[in-house]
């Protein structure tokens, strides 16, 4: 959401949200405050409480739909990843609320308003395909309403600081659901910044991986013990100890100073 550092001053403020809308956006700001323990918490609660499913009765059919999550939680990693390399937007808020310093309306913004929430879902619907567990679904719905929520709180915030220029921005741009139309312009207009992508995406990237080769190795233990699932561990084992390395080299070089760019 692109850049502009006043908000439209002589415009009428928009109108204090009511009903049901209202009660979207505290939940979103609720939300937003506990952002980064709710899918951690509600993937353990799912991993404790409920047990994996071969997808339709079949293993072998289950292997390919682990495939499945896997590709769709790496769709999600490259769509964020996409993002911060071209026009990031700082999402960290103040205080653990909704904060803006400016509007981005660049880069992926220009094509959908809230990219990094499709990503994070992508991310936790790849996961929970994974496990394939009907709890595991019904608590990705709900986190779903709850990244729809923050999404909206967003908007009101925004609409607040930066009105008729917001208001524009989102008759143009759609919520979610990306516009493809112009992507190859928008691509070819930016610098991609891998910098920027490795510091601030390494640890959101050992995050979900570290969480998948979690789930492969419980649900294999689980249907064939830890004898039988041993060669699968194994190779599962030696998956996640790259991962840590280059989690390690990519944490180095931020310490380092090696990540260094503009913003």
Known sequence: MGSSPSSDRGAAAPAAPRGFDAAVIALGNLCFRYRDSLAPIAIALVVLCSAPHAFLGSRV?????????????LAGQSLRVLVIGLA????????KRIAADRLVVDGIFAHARHPLYVGNFLLLIGLMMI?????????AALLGCGLFSMARAEEAFLGRKFGAEFDAYCARVPRFIPRFRGLATT????????????????????????TAVALLALERARWDGLAGAAPALRVLLAAWLVLALLWITARWMKLTRRLTSAD
């Open 61 to 73: 059919l289950d292997r390919w739909w682990d495939a499945a999550g896997l590709a769709v939680s």
């Open 131 to 139: 496990w394939n567990s009907p709890l595991g679904y019904a608590v």
């Open 187 to 210: 691509l070819s207009r930016f610098a991609f910044d891998w910098k920027r992508v490795v510091r601030k995406e390494y640890g959101t990237t050992f995050s979900w991986t570290t």
């Open 88 to 95: 990031y937007i700082k999402r960290g808020g103040k205080n």
